[in-house]
């Protein structure tokens, strides 16, 4: 009896530490997580379709063809539900930094034109997603940013540049 409960008990070890994704997150990141898989999820069905999507980026002012979202959902090994999108965030989260051209493109994200994030809505995402950001802590960073103070739009080709080593240039010339 001993051995068959001992087997029952590593099985159960095996599955807890070999397949559950919310073991790799704290309940803070995971809640997080949580947060942004909602705000996402536009129409509440528990699953982030094409549709969800365009929506996001409609919110944030900037429009996504049809081919950015199609290949966005090509990344997802099938329908994105929640476990889906932090079985995602895994395994891009190594611990090692980002490539260079993930950053640009998380970036480019923010952008209503080319070349250009606007500022006050950059601000609002900074302090309501993810590891939120004070006021003092936008501005400090503001500060590092070419901005036109006129406009409020921020160089996003200059940010980019400061961020990625060796990708000035060519950021700037994709983006042209």
Known sequence: M?????????????KKTGSNVFDMFTQ????????GFQIMDRDRDGV?????????????????TD?????MLAEAPGPINFTTLLHMFAERSSGESDDDDVVAASFRAFEKNPGEIDS???????????????????????????????????DSNSLISMLCAGSGKEEE????
């Open 28 to 35: 803070k990141q995971v809640a997080e997580f949580k947060e």
């Open 120 to 154: 006050e809505q950059f601000r609002l995402m900074l302090m309501a997603f993810g590891d939120k950001f004070t006021s003092q802590e936008v501005d400090d960073a503001f500060e590092q940013m070419d901005m036109d103070e006129d406009t409020g739009l921020i």
């Open 2 to 14: 001993p051995a068959s409960k001992g087997s029952r008990s590593s099985s159960k070890k095996a």
């Open 67 to 71: 081919k950015e979202l199609d290949e």
């Open 173 to 176: 010339e994709s983006a042209s």
């Open 48 to 64: 982030i379709d094409k549709t969800d999507l365009r929506g996001v980026f409609d919110e944030i002012g900037r429009i996504a």
